[in-house]
């Protein structure tokens, strides 16, 4: 089991920057990947980023050059740097750890952006 714990959410205004984390505990093995989704309310949750324990990332394409996704591997730690924020940005913000075949959950932070 891997257990995931967010943090980091919040209010801002658009242009404003916020920065998650979220840290993993359990049974991690290498190698996995951790990302971060977002669920805006009445749509669907979707990948923001992706950052494997190689390091290689990937970004959706809505937030490439405004987001940068980053991991410490020896805290089992991965963070979301948020800059340029948008009200379309509004979402709660989910952070995933796919690790042996299997996906995990953390419970989601609310990220409002205000125009």
């Known amino acids: 089991q891997v257990q995931l714990v967010e943090s980091g959410g919040g209010l801002v205004q658009a242009g404003g920057s916020l920065r998650l984390s979220c840290v993993a505990s359990?049974?991690?093995?290498?190698?996995?990947?951790m990302g971060w989704y977002r669920q805006a309310a009445g749509k669907e949750r979707e990948l923001v980023a992706r950052i494997t324990s190689g390091s290689s990332t990937n970004y959706a394409d809505s937030v490439k050059g405004r987001f940068t996704i980053s991991g410490d591997n020896a805290k089992n730690t991965v963070y979301l740097q948020m800059n340029s924020l948008k009200p379309e940005d509004t979402a709660v913000y989910y952070c995933d750890a796919q690790v042996r075949f299997r996906q995990y959950w953390g419970q989601g932070t609310q990220v409002t952006v205000s125009s």
């Open positions: 359990g049974s991690i093995f290498r190698p996995y990947s």
